[in-house]
C-alpha cells in the first residue's frame, strides 16, 4: 500500500490530503533578514547574517536540510584559489575567469578570495573536507600533511574543452605548477550541517513555503524591498514578512523549455522546484536583469537521454580512459591528471573519433575502461566522488547491487547511440544587476548563488551567499522600518488562491508545457524580431485565455501551478531581452537572422530590462561595470574578518 | 484467479514507482517525506506504515529519501527500465545490464 491506486483498489477511495488545510489561514513574521531560498547559497546568507546578531527567518519550498541543487550532494569544491596548496593568486584567477564576456566578475572576485575561508567554516560546522580517515592514501593530489585532496579539473587551464583557452603563464605561478584550485570534499555532509547550524544560530526556518512576490515600500515597482509574500505548499497557509533587508537566493530556471513533464525528472541535476521564482518576482517589483536573452541546450537528463552520470565519459569521470568495443583506446580527455581535468575532446578529435566511427575504426559502443585504471583512483573516482556528487550515490549503490563491480567491469558510454539532444532543456543565465555588495538595483534586496546573473556553482553560491547574508545584515542595521501596503498583499493573495477557487480547467502541467511549446516555436535558435513578437503575444494569450482557466486541486499542484506563472514571467522576461539586442553573440548562444554580425563592438555591452510603472524598460551597462575587481573587492570589504572565530 | 474488483483507473503515472518500500523493516518514521525536495511522498494514513507514492513523476532521483533512511533496507532504488545501465565484463566480453 505506497502507491496511490492501491488504496483505490482496497478501500474504493483515494487516500486523505495528509496535512491540515488553511488556505483561510494568514500568518505574518517579522524579521530583520529574509531569506528566500534554503539551498546553498540561502543557508550560508542566513548562517553570515544571523553571525552579525540580527534577527533572519529563512524561507524554503522544499525541506532545508537537503534542498536545492546542492542539497544532496557536492563532489568539487571548485575555483578555491586561496586555498593553502593553491599555486596562483586569487586574484589573478579571479581575473582569469572574469574574461569571458558577460561573466559576473563581481561574484567571481567574492568565490575566488572568500570560498575557501567558507569551506574552512563548512568544515568548522561539521562538513568533511578531508580524507581523515587515510581512506584514499596515494592517490594524486592528496596532500599527505593536511589530506586535502586536490582534483585534476582547472590544473592547467581553465576549460573543459581542451584547446578552447589558449594557456597562460599566470604571474603567480611563472614555472608552471599545477594550479591546485579545485579541492574534493565530501559534499553529502554539508546541507544537514547547514541547516543544523542555522537553527544553532536561531535562525527561524520556514520549510515547504514557496515566496510568491517581493514587497515594495508603499506598493511602488521600483522602490526598496521591504517584505514577502508566501504561500505553504502543504497547508495552503498564506505567509507575509516582514523585513528590514532581503537575500534572493532561489534557483535557476531550468524547466522553462522542457515540455514533458514527467520524464523531465531523471537525473538531471535540477529537481522540478527549480523554476527561476526568484527572477520573476524581482522583475515584477521592478529590479534590473541581465543577460536574460542567453539560453542554451543542456546535454543533460531530461528522460530522452541516459542518466546523467549514469555512463562512462559523463562529468567527473576523473581518470577514466574511454575505449572503443574492441578495447580500442580513443582520443577522448580522461578528465585527469593526464589532460588537465578536460572533460570533452577538442573540435578535431571530435571530427576524429566521429569519422573513425564511420569509417568503422572505432566500434560503438564505446566504454570507460575503470578496470585499466590504479585502484585507488578508481576509488577515488567510483566511490568518493560518485558517492558525493548531487545525485549520484544512488548510481553507485543501483549499480553495485546489480552486480557491476569497476575493478571488473567496462562501463558503458552513451555518446551517440543515443542520438543528439532534443533541443528542450535549455538554462537560461540571467538574473539581477548586482552591485559589490551584492544588492539589486532595489534597496533592500540582495541576490546569492544560482539567481546571480552568469552564476558558478556550489562554491560560488556558498560564497556569495555567505556575502550577500553579510552585506544584507549591515543594511539592515541601520534600515528604517516600512509599511507594508495593505493592497499590495490583497492583490498578491487573489492572485494565488486563484487556481483553488476554480474546480475545472486546465492543470499545472498542460499550463506548462504550453508555455514551453511557445518558448521553443519563437525563442529557439532561429531568433527574429517578428518571431520574438510572436513569442511575446503568445505568452500574452497564454495569460490572458488560459492562465484564467488554471485549476489546482490542493496546496501541492496551487505551487506548481504559481511556478508555472513564474515560468510565464521568466519566458517575458527572455523574449523582452532578446528583443533588445539587435546583434547575434557567440559568448551568449544568441543569434539573430536579422542581426548575423557575432559580436560587433557596439554591442560588447550587457543589456537590461525592468518593469518601471508596468512597462518595459530596456537599457545597458558596460561589460566592465563591475571595475577593478581587486580594488573594488577590497574597498567594499574593509572590515572583512576571514574565518568565523566566533561561537 | 481470485475475483479483484475492477475500478475505473487513469493510467498509472510512468514512471510510477521510483522506489520500492520494504514495510518489513520501514517504520513509517517519514524521514523521507521530509528529505524530499519536491514533495513525491506523503505519510501513510495508518501509522507505522511506508509513506505513500503520490508525486512519483515528480522524482528527480536525487536519492536523498534513500541515503538519509535511518532504517537502511527499508527503502530501494527502481531505476525506470529505460535508465538501466549496461557494463561489460572486461575478462569475458559478456554486455551486462542492471536487471535486479
Redesign the interface.
Known sequence: ?????D???KD?KP????YPINYDREQEIETDVLVIGGGIAGCWAAISAARKGVRVALVEK??S????AG??GCDHWCNAPANPLSNVDPDEWAEHMAEPPYSNGIGIQIQCREDWDTLVEMEQIGGKIRDTKDEFTGAKGRDEKSKLMISPRYTKVHSYIPGSQKPITFKSNPEGKLNNVVIRVWG?TFKPALKKECKRLGVKIYD?VMVTSLLTEKGVQGARVIGATGLN??TGEFMIFKSKAAVLATAGDWSLYVLN??LA????F????QTGDGVAMAWRAGAALTVMERTGIMMLGT?YK??WY??AGDASYENVPIVDANGKRLPWPTQGWEDAGAMRPTPEDMEKIIKGVQSGEYTL?F?G?F?AMAEVERRVTWNMMLGEE??????I???G????DPA?????NYNFIEGTSPSQWRSAGGGPVVDWDLKSTLDGLYVAGEQSYSAGDHSYAASTGRYAGRKAAEFSRQAGDAKVLKDQVTLEKARVYAPIKRSDGIDWKELHAGIARAMQYFCSEYKTESLLKMGLDALKEIEEVFVPRLYAIDP?KLMRSLEDLSLLNHGQIILNASLARKASSRMLNFFRIDFPKVDPPDWNKFVTVKLENGKVKAGELPLDYCGNMKANYEAHNKDYASVYKGK | MAQKKTYALPNVTTPGTPVIFHPEVCNGCNHCVEVCQVDVYIPNPEKGKPPVILHPDECWYCGCCVNDCPRPGSITFNWPVQQRAYWKDKATGKVLRDSQ
Not at chain 1, 65 to 68: A, D, F, L, P, Q
Not at chain 1, 401 to 404: I, L, T
Open positions: 500500500m505506497t502507491r496511490w491506486h488504496f483505490i483498489e474504493g487516500p486523505a490530503w495528509p522544499g525541506d536540510i537537503r534542498s536545492g542539497g544532496p553529502s515547504r505548499n502543504r513533464t514527467e525528472g531523471y537525473n538531471t535540477r529537481s522540478r522546484n528522460g541516459h542518466t549514469g555512463g559502443p566504454y575502461d578496470p548531487s545525485t549520484t550515490k544512488n548510481i549503490d543501483s549499480y547491487k546489480g552486480g557491476f571488473r567491469h567496462l562501463l558503458q501541492h
